[in-house]
């Protein structure tokens, strides 16, 4: 697979800090890759199997910034602007600047100086979610929360349709059968197969994937099928050209 980068146990190879800057360019930074349940999932902890489940135990002796089996390290409540009290003064902390999308979700809008176009898609089959492609120099395409695209959507991003994406970032929830509102591997792969892009980065795991054991699997499968395709983790930076 030619000019792809490897990625190595869920980090990028080459990929540098410094604010999410890679030299001149910019970089994406992954802050949220795990499920809405959690990694380490709590009751695993609180009420261990037997044997233990084996990624979760690791949370108990490996600290997140050695350990890509971890969802959340902490939560920072102070982004969200809550009502203030009379007589309260807003805290000078960083603060999430709200833009929502109601009446004309399909129409595309900027933030941060990049033009973000919406992806509907399916999030079972009496919801309707919302992916995003994005990047100029590279196509970008997040799609978090999706069991089903729709015709026109895929077309979209796909190599056989409008164009390969740079970039696939895309919902793996477990590793075996189906879900109702996610796709789960199986479907992740065979998703990834039709649009056929340069790349693929999976988010949304359960604590069934361990990063060290199933980023080898896709690695063959990478080599195999000629997408390189790895388990994204909470940190990862990767470098790329929007």
Request: glycine share 8%; with cysteine; aromatic share 8%.
């Amino acid at each position: 697979m030619e000019n792809q980068n490897p990625l190595q146990n869920g980090a990028l190879e080459g990929a540098a800090g410094n604010g999410g800057r890679s030299g001149d360019g910019s970089a994406l930074i992954f802050l949220g890759t795990g499920c809405s349940s959690a990694v380490p999932n709590a009751m695993c902890l609180i009420q261990p199997s037997d044997p233990p489940c084996q990624v979760c135990s690791q949370s108990l002796s490996i600290p997140p910034d050695r350990n890509p089996n971890y969802s959340i390290a902490t939560k920072f409540p102070y982004l969200v602007q809550k009502k203030l009290r009379e007589g309260q003064e807003v805290r000078r902390v960083a603060q999430l600047d709200w833009k929502i999308i109601e009446e004309h979700y399909d129409k595309p809008f900027v933030a941060s100086g990049l033009t973000f176009f919406p992806l509907p898609v399916m999030h079972g089959e009496d919801y309707l979610c919302l992916g995003y492609l994005f990047g100029e120099k590279c196509k970008v395409a997040y799609i978090s929360d999706v069991s089903r695209f729709p015709s026109n959507t895929e077309y979209v991003i796909s190599k056989n349709g409008a164009g390969q994406l740079d970039l696939l970032i895309l919902d793996c929830l477990y590793k075996k059968g189906s879900f109702n509102v996610h796709l789960c591997l199986p479907q992740t792969l065979e998703a990834i197969k039709r649009i056929c892009p340069k790349r693929a980065l999976l988010i949304g795991m359960t604590h069934e994937f361990d990063h060290h054991k199933d980023n080898e699997f896709l690695m063959e499968w990478s080599e195999r099928e000629g997408i390189h395709i790895q388990l994204a983790r909470d940190g990862l930076r990767v470098p790329i050209d929007l």
